[in-house]
């Protein structure tokens, strides 16, 4: 055999042996179908003894427990206004006064009126009526003239002052916008002045139709100003309404809860997130929410015992959004089997990213992370 020959023969032989070892490692790694290949991590979790809390969230907006738009109750010429935006008033304090010459003149000839028909006497049933009548004009005179007089309907701070000294204004009414312990009305705040209580302030929420049976007065929640995320309010459920509110096919309520200490710096119209808790439970056993299976109202978890799974029936209490109170069918320590995680691994990504070969990460027995109080 020439030396060609012998070369041609060796250079073969390595290519058949390099070409094995190919398919051999496309084999280990790949799988004979050429695909990925695919893991399934068991993940369990212990019923232990924990607190569990069942809560109802919403988004509301922090607004003021009391808030009064005042309009002048007669017509003519602004020529005082005694407030600026910022004052402290206290109810009843003057705000702003209207030019009370036309309604001086009115109340003078009323009361001229009056004292003619008092000297025509009330003697028939004609005089007496006239008499009557003289006396309601003096009282609407009076009355009109005292309304020049814009007051203060509530103790707070002025928000809102709309008029300027010279301007001409008619007849208005005072609206306000309340709510406390009983009672919650709105109305729109708009007026010559605005009085609002900036010292007791509410939050405003809406619920949704399916979560509003839940919630009661006097209720636990805790409140999250956006404008301040990291400092949460204590507050209490004080009112529900009874008839709902309807956006978009969407049925809302609305919920009121007092803020039991509100930071200095809370302002009315600042967003904020509500979480009213509903139910609560201290020191009970539990398991991760994810572990439970409720059908037609029986409860049941899957219980790992000797590597193989039993479904055991069980009696729930607080339903938590992370844990749920099992009242009796599971004892402290069971494994609870919580929903399995497909995951898939490639060799070149793990190679890439770790450098070690798929399929060497075992199951997280310890509940896949389910840690904390419930709360």
């Known amino acids: 055999m020439t030396r060609r020959r012998r070369s041609l023969v060796i250079n073969g032989l390595l290519v058949v042996v390099l070409l094995g070892a190919g398919v051999a490692g496309y084999l280990v790694f790949f799988g004979s179908s050429g695909n990925a290949q695919s ?16 809560v109802v969230t919403a988004s509301g907006t922090v607004q003021s ?51 003619a028909a008092l000297e025509k006497g ?21 009355d009109n003239l005292a309304a020049t007089v814009l007051t203060a309907p509530g103790d707070g701070t002025i928000t809102s002052v709309t008029g300027a000294i010279g301007q001409k204004v008619g007849s208005g009414s ?20 605005v009085v609002t209580d900036l010292k007791n302030l509410v939050v405003k929420a809406n619920v949704s139709e399916s979560d509003v049976s839940l919630l009661k007065a006097d209720q636990a929640a805790t409140v999250t ?84 799974e039993t479904r055991k029936t069980v009696e729930i209490g607080v339903r938590g959004d992370q844990y749920v109170e099992i009242k009796s069918g599971l004892t402290a320590g069971e494994e609870v089997v919580l929903p399995q995680v497909s995951t898939s691994n490639n060799t070149n990504r793990q190679q890439q990213g770790t450098g070690q070969f798929p399929g060497t990460g075992g199951g997280n027995r310890n509940g896949g992370g389910f840690t904390g109080t419930g709360r």
Do not use: C, H, W
Not at 68 to 93: M, P, R
Not at 135 to 141: E, G, H, R, S, V
């Open 39 to 54: 893991t399934t991590s068991a993940r369990t979790a212990a019923a232990a003894t924990r607190d569990v809390s069942e």
């Open 65 to 115: 427990s009391y808030s009064a738009a005042a309009s002048f109750g007669a017509s003519g010429t602004v020529t005082e206004i005694n407030v600026k935006v910022g004052d402290v008033v206290t109810k009843g304090q003057q705000l702003a006064k209207l030019d009370p010459t036309q309604a001086q003149l009115q109340v003078d000839i009323a009361q001229g009126n009056l004292n």
């Open 122 to 142: 009330t003697g028939t049933t004609a005089l007496l009526t006239a008499y009557r009548q003289t006396q309601l004009a003096l009282q609407q005179a009076k």
């Open 174 to 193: 005072t609206s306000n916008s309340s709510s406390s312990g009983t009672t919650s009305t709105t109305t729109t705040t708009s007026g010559f002045v």
């Open 225 to 308: 100003v956006n404008a301040m995320a990291g400092t949460p309010i204590q507050a209490k459920v004080t009112t529900v309404d009874l008839t709902p509110t309807t956006a978009n096919n969407v049925v809302q309520y609305g919920v009121s809860l007092a803020l039991t200490q509100p930071p200095a710096e809370l302002k009315p119209g600042q967003s904020a997130s509500v979480e009213v808790t509903v139910a609560s439970a201290t020191g009970v056993l539990a398991v991760p929410a994810a572990a439970v299976q409720t059908v037609n109202g029986a409860s049941s978890v899957a219980v790992l015992q000797n590597g193989a």
